[in-house]
């Protein structure tokens, strides 16, 4: 951009038109020429994000103890409302036939259960087609000195194997059967 005042003053992206003298101080002109403050940039997602925290949350509210004096005022009254409530149930006999209630449906529950259950395994026995029970032999578990003895006999049968001739392999073979 050339800036002089006998060649003129010409605008940033305006070609070929030029103001010279106090054409420059025009009102209106002169902010032309006024360079614009460049945009602040824009803020990513992560710039946005970083001042986040847990008080943004509201997951810190309790440290002043504000809302802790509130909320031991409220649990006061419920606690204070619920034993009025048990003690008025009590005297009426209320309680008793509550808790005779509750006791009978957990056993309805129970005997649906076992009955749900006892369909189960009737069904899956009839899709096997087997109506008697089967019986499982239990598995002889080998002892510690019955492994450590059947690993020596695996080693020896492969040193046999690796380093002895075949005839001393099958006198081997015949000296354990």
Avoid: C
Avoid at 131 to 146: G, M
């Amino acid at each position: 951009v050339v800036s002089t005042q006998s060649t003129g003053q010409e605008l940033p992206g305006n070609r070929g038109y030029k103001y010279f003298g106090a054409a420059k101080d025009l009102p209106g002109v002169r902010e032309l020429f006024e360079e614009e403050p460049p945009k602040p940039p824009r803020k990513t997602r992560g710039d946005l994000m970083k001042d986040i925290d847990a008080y943004y949350y509201g997951y810190l509210d309790d440290e002043d103890g504000v809302l802790m004096k509130l909320e031991e005022e409220v649990e006061k009254k419920a606690r204070h409302l619920a034993i009025e409530e048990w003690k008025l149930k009590k005297e009426t006999g209320e309680l008793d036939k509550e808790l005779e209630e509750e006791e009978k449906k957990e056993r309805e529950e129970e005997e649906k259960r076992r009955k749900e259950l006892q369909e189960k395994g009737q069904e899956d026995d009839t899709e096997v087609g087997a109506t008697e029970q089967h019986t499982i032999a239990p598995l002889e578990v080998p002892s510690q000195k019955d492994v450590e003895i059947e690993l020596l006999r695996k080693k020896k049968m492969e040193l046999l194997l690796k380093y002895a001739s075949e005839d001393l392999q099958n006198m081997s073979m015949n000296a354990k059967t």
